[in-house]
C-alpha cells in the first residue's frame, strides 16, 4: 500500500475470494481536527488484503458532510447510492449466489471515549424489547459475537459488547448495521442469512499510520479463522466485468468492436454462441482477473462473455485469479492456451496476441520467438521460430491497427489470400494506396502464382511513378482488361506489359542513339565516325551506366580527351 493509495480520496472497492464484506463507512479523518484524526482507511485496506474479503472503503466522504452509517440519509443522495450502496449489494449478491453466508463487518472510530481498558466495542443490534427509544434487532447471533471476542483477545485486544442505549450498538433501524434486516427499506437487501457486526475501535488503535496496520494485521488474523473460501469456478455477475479500457482488454487478442473488419468480429458467431448457450448452458467458464478496483478482466472468453451478455443474463459462471498471483507472462500463456483450445489462432489474432505481448512486457521480436514461438505452432514444424516469422505476423497486423487495407486482412482471416503474400509482399509496401492497388487490381483478379507475382512487381515497378498511379494508367488498363478475358490471366498481363517494355526500350533506345549522333558530330565533326567515338547504353541501363568508345593515338589523344572533358561539362548525356 503506497501514500498516493492512502491518500487518495475515493470511494474504494476491493473484491473478495470469501464470504466476508468489510464495510468502512467513515474512513475519510479530519486532519484539522485532531480529535478525529485517524488512519482507518489504511486499516481497512491492510485488513481487506489480509483476509482477502470484499471491501467498500469510504476515503471520499467526510462524516460532518453525510454519514454513511446513516441509511435514511445515504437513501436521498442518488450519487453515493450508486457508489456506496450498489457496490454493497454486487458484492452480497456474488456472495449469496455461490452459497455462502455473508459476514458483514461494519468497522468505525469511536467518538466518545470507550469503557475504561477497552479497545474494541462489539454491536450486533443489542437493545431492550419492548422499548423502542432502544430497539431490540440483533444481526448476528450472540454466541458467535462469544467466538468473536475470544479470538480478538487472543491477538492481545480487549473487547466489550457495546451497552443496549450506546450509539455503538447498530440497533436504530436507519443504521447501516440494520441494512439486511429491514423489510421494504431498501429493495433487494433484506436477507436474514446474512450476519452483520459492528465494531468500533479505540481511536488510539488507528491514531497513527503503522498502529492502524499493526491493528489491522490482528484483526486480520483473528477473522481468517471465520472464512468460508470461494470457489475457484464461481458465479460472478456479468456487470462486475469491465471491457471499456484498454487495459482491462489487454489479454484479448481476438479482434472485436472493429466495423471496418466485421469478418473479423464475427458477429454470426456471436449469435450462434448465445443460442447454444441459451439452450445448453455455458459449457466453459470465462477466465477473469480480479482487479484493485472492486471490477474483474477477462482472460479468457471474451466472445463467450458477448453471447451471454447478448441473450439477457445476469450470471456468468468464471475462473478467477487475482493479478498478483502470476506474471504478465504467465496470464499471457494462460490466456493463449485457453484460447488455442477450441480454434486455432488466425494470422492477425497471432499479429494481435504479439503486439500487445511486447507491448506490455517491452520484448522484440527475438524474446517474443523465445518466449511464445512454440506455443502459436508458427513458422517450419520441428525448426526454432525466427524474429523474422514475428515480424510477419506483426506487420501484417499493423495494417490493422493503422485501419488500412481491411479487405486485405479480411481475405487473409477467411483465407482467400496467402499469409505469405500479405506478409512477405504486401505488408512491406509502406503507401496503402499502391498496396490496395496491387492487391486489389492485380492480385485478386489475375490469382498469380508467386513467381509471377514477383514478375508483376517488377515489371510495375519500372514506371517508376508508384504503384497505384501506374496501375491506373490508361495502358496497364488496358493491358488488364485484354488479361481478364484469357484463360491465363497472369501469364497474359506479363506477357502483354512485357511486350510494352520492349517496345518503351526500343523507342528509349533510339533517341538516345539520336542524341549521341548530335553530340558526336558537334565536337568531334560530321565526319567522324562510331569507331573515333561512340557512347552506348544497354536498354535496362539506359539510365544507369554508359559505356565510352574513343579511338586515339600519339598524335591527337590530348585533343580527343580535351573534347571528351568539354563535352561531359556542358552535356548531361542522362537526360532526354
Not at 199 to 209: D, G, I, R, W, Y
Not at 238 to 256: A, G, P
Not at 529 to 542: H, I, P, Q, R, Y
Request: include cysteine.
Amino acid at each position: 500500500m503506497n501514500n498516493s493509495q492512502q491518500k487518495h480520496r475515493s470511494i474504494h472497492t476491493v473484491l473478495g475470494n470469501n464470504n466476508i464484506l468489510l464495510l468502512i463507512p467513515n474512513g475519510l479523518s479530519s486532519p484539522q481536527n485532531k480529535e478525529e484524526k485517524h488512519h482507518l482507511t489504511e486499516l481497512g485496506l491492510v485488513l481487506a488484503q489480509q483476509l482477502e474479503c470484499y471491501a467498500i472503503i469510504n476515503n471520499k466522504y467526510k462524516k460532518t458532510l453525510i454519514d454513511l452509517t446513516d441509511m435514511q440519509a445515504v437513501k436521498t443522495r442518488k450519487k453515493i447510492t450508486d457508489t456506496f450502496l450498489v457496490h454493497i449489494k454486487r458484492f452480497t449478491d456474488e456472495i449469496v449466489e455461490n452459497d455462502l453466508s455473508p459476514l458483514v463487518l461494519i468497522v468505525q472510530v469511536g467518538s466518545t471515549p470507550l469503557p475504561k481498558g477497552k479497545q474494541i466495542l462489539f454491536g450486533y443490534g443489542q437493545g431492550e424489547r419492548g422499548a423502542p427509544e432502544k430497539p431490540h434487532n440483533p444481526t448476528i447471533s450472540p454466541s458467535q459475537i462469544s467466538k468473536y471476542r475470544v479470538v480478538i483477545e487472543d491477538q492481545g485486544l480487549t473487547t466489550d459488547l457495546a451497552s443496549s442505549g450506546s450509539i455503538y450498538c447498530g440497533h436504530s433501524p436507519d443504521h447501516l448495521n440494520q441494512l439486511y434486516r429491514q423489510k421494504n427499506y431498501l429493495e433487494g437487501f433484506y436477507n436474514t442469512n446474512v450476519n452483520s457486526l459492528l465494531l468500533t475501535l479505540a481511536p488510539e488503535l488507528v491514531s497513527e499510520q503503522g498502529m492502524a496496520e499493526f491493528t489491522a494485521k490482528k484483526l486480520g488474523r483473528a477473522f481468517q479463522q471465520f472464512q468460508q473460501k470461494m470457489p475457484l469456478v464461481r458465479k460472478i455477475q456479468l456487470k462486475s466485468v469491465e471491457t471499456q479500457n484498454e487495459e482491462d482488454l489487454q489479454y484479448i487478442f481476438r479482434i472485436h468492436n472493429d466495423a471496418q473488419y466485421d469478418e473479423l468480429t464475427r458477429e454470426s458467431y456471436i449469435d450462434e454462441l448465445a443460442g447454444s448457450i441459451e439452450k445448453n448452458g455455458l459449457l466453459h467458464p470465462l477466465v477473469l482477473l480480479r482487479k484493485t478496483d472492486g471490477y474483474y478482466k477477462i482472460l479468457c472468453g471474451f466472445r463467450r462473455f458477448q453471447a451471454v451478455k447478448r441473450i439477457g443474463r445476469e450470471w456468468i459462471e468464471a475462473k478467477i485469479f487475482q493479478e498478483q498471483d502470476f506474471t504478465t507472462e504467465d496470464f499471457f500463456n494462460i490466456s493463449l492456451a485457453e484460447n488455442t483450445k477450441r480454434r486455432n489462432l488466425n494470422p492477425v489474432e497471432i499479429g494481435n496476441f504479439l503486439d500487445t505481448a511486447s507491448d506490455t512486457m517491452q520484448l522484440n521480436n527475438t524474446m517474443l520467438a523465445e518466449k511464445f514461438g512454440a506455443t502459436l505452432g508458427i513458422g517450419v514444424p520441428g525448426s526454432k521460430v525466427s524474429h523474422t516469422t514475428i515480424h510477419k505476423y506483426r506487420k501484417v497486423n499493423q495494417i490493422r491497427t493503422r485501419g488500412e487495407s481491411p479487405e486485405i486482412i479480411n481475405d487473409v482471416i477467411n483465407e482467400k489470400l496467402q499469409f505469405s503474400i500479405a506478409a512477405e509482399i504486401l505488408a512491406p509496401i509502406k503507401d496503402p494506396g499502391d498496396r490496395d492497388s496491387l492487391y486489389l487490381e492485380i492480385i485478386k483478379p489475375l490469382t498469380p502464382t508467386r513467381p509471377q507475382l514477383q514478375n508483376i512487381l517488377t515489371l510495375l515497378k519500372e514506371k517508376k511513378i508508384g504503384l497505384s498511379k501506374t496501375i491506373a494508367h490508361t495502358e496497364v488498363q488496358q493491358m488488364l482488361t485484354k488479361a481478364m478475358e484469357a484463360p491465363q490471366k497472369a501469364a497474359t498481363f506479363i506477357r502483354l506489359m512485357q511486350q510494352k517494355g520492349t517496345q518503351s526500350a526500343a523507342t528509349e533506345q533510339k533517341k538516345f542513339s539520336k542524341k549521341i549522333t548530335k553530340i558526336r558530330n558537334q565536337y568531334f565533326g560530321e565526319r567522324t565516325s562510331k569507331k573515333v567515338f561512340n557512347l552506348t547504353a544497354d536498354s535496362e541501363t539506359a539510365k544507369g551506366e554508359l559505356t565510352l568508345n574513343l579511338r586515339v593515338n600519339k598524335e591527337n589523344y590530348h585533343v580527343m580527351l580535351d573534347k571528351v572533358s568539354q563535352l561531359l561539362r556542358q552535356e548531361d548525356l542522362f537526360t532526354e
